[in-house]
């Protein structure tokens, strides 16, 4: 997915950011130190407990700031908008409009050094040094750039934003601390250790894959099945390419196959609550149609395929996400 050229290219000098260093430091050690009090020191309540607001937090990123607000492949309701707001809160990743401008500079930006994450480096630079380091001055230019409107528009977002660290203050710190405590009696440790330090380690995690993932589960040219023990593990896919060229999809396969992962079902869930609507998809049709007019007009094929997925999207029935097989 990195030409070449890319590849040659120098990567931008950026510094570290060491007041996040030291503070993720200590979140993995404290995070680790939280799965001997998980096995030793913690009633089962707080177990569950911390992993429903885990599966919370992950859902507020992949279903809300990446799903909704990033590529705005389903339109929300108010009600919705607030649940996926709160749990996006949850993760403590920093508030969804710097989440999305940030995502949508490195779809931009993907596969080559201007990416502030990475994508044309390695799985550890995606996942781990980009939270450490500052962003270039050019790459602070980009991030400006951004198209940023229709969030600015959104006043959920921009709520949230606006108060974000008085939200973070209470969704991310107070409740799974205090409410071990105070609601079932659990020991300091195991709401310190367990439902605050372990629980925000999970989440940031599995959010920072997000943006990192594709080094895993993307099948490129250069992998070879017998040179990795992976294969047993994992299931590698074309998926993350697809997401890259075509993000407008609401299925995903971030965690699970495409169009039955965990994401997707909960976007198919809101829906049927009438919660979501206009769940964008490209259904093979498109694809067929989109490739034909690219090789008949020499047009782009992305832009050909998004051509005939609008069309193709005017066609589908209001409730296609009940039978997803059937308009894939």
């Known amino acids: 997915m990195v030409s070449n050229a890319d590849s040659k290219k120098k ?69 919705l908008k607030i649940f996926l707001m709160i749990c996006q809160t949850l993760v403590g990743q920093g508030s969804i409009y710097n989440w999305v401008r940030l995502h949508r500079l490195h779809h931009k930006k993907f596969g080559t050094p201007e990416d502030p994450l990475y994508s044309g480096k390695d799985f550890f630079s995606a996942h781990v040094r980009a939270q450490l380091e500052n962003l270039s001055p050019e790459q602070e230019k980009d991030l400006e750039e951004i198209d940023m409107k229709d969030l600015e528009e959104d006043k959920i977002v921009m709520f949230q934003k606006r108060w974000y660290w008085l939200l973070f203050l209470v969704c991310q710190v107070l ?13 300091v440790p195991a709401a310190l250790f367990v439902a605050f330090s372990l629980r925000y ?80 998809t490209i259904t093979s049709e498109a694809v067929r149609v989109g490739l034909t007019n690219a090789v008949e007009t020499d047009g782009d094929v992305v832009e050909c395929i998004k051509s005939a997925a609008a069309v193709k999207q005017g066609e589908l029935p209001n409730d296609h996400y009940l039978n997803a097989s059937k308009f894939m």
């Not at 950011?17 to 309540?45: C, M, Q, S």
Request: proline share 4%.
């Open 11 to 79: 990567f931008p000098k950026r510094e570290l950011n060491w007041p996040k260093v030291l503070f993720y430091i200590h979140l993995n050690v404290l995070g680790l130190y939280g799965l001997f009090v998980l096995f030793t020191n913690t009633f089962f309540l707080t177990i569950l407990f911390t992993f429903v607001l885990s599966g919370f937090g992950a859902l507020g990123v992949t279903a809300g700031s990446h799903r909704l607000w990033a590529h705005q492949t389903y339109t929300a309701n108010k009600a």
């Open 201 to 280: 380690l999970i989440t940031l995690n599995i959010a920072w894959l997000v943006n990192s993932a594709h080094f895993i589960w993307a099948l490129n040219s250069n992998f070879k099945p017998s040179d990795s023990n992976s294969i047993f593990i994992i299931t590698k896919t074309y998926w993350p390419q697809y997401h890259y060229l075509l993000p407008c999809d609401y299925q995903t396969g971030e965690f699970g196959d495409y169009g039955a992962d965990l994401t997707t079902i909960w976007i198919r869930i809101f829906a049927a609550m009438g919660n979501a609507t206009n769940l964008k």
């Open 175 to 187: 409740l799974p601390i205090n409410s071990p405590l105070e609601y079932w009696g659990d020991s």
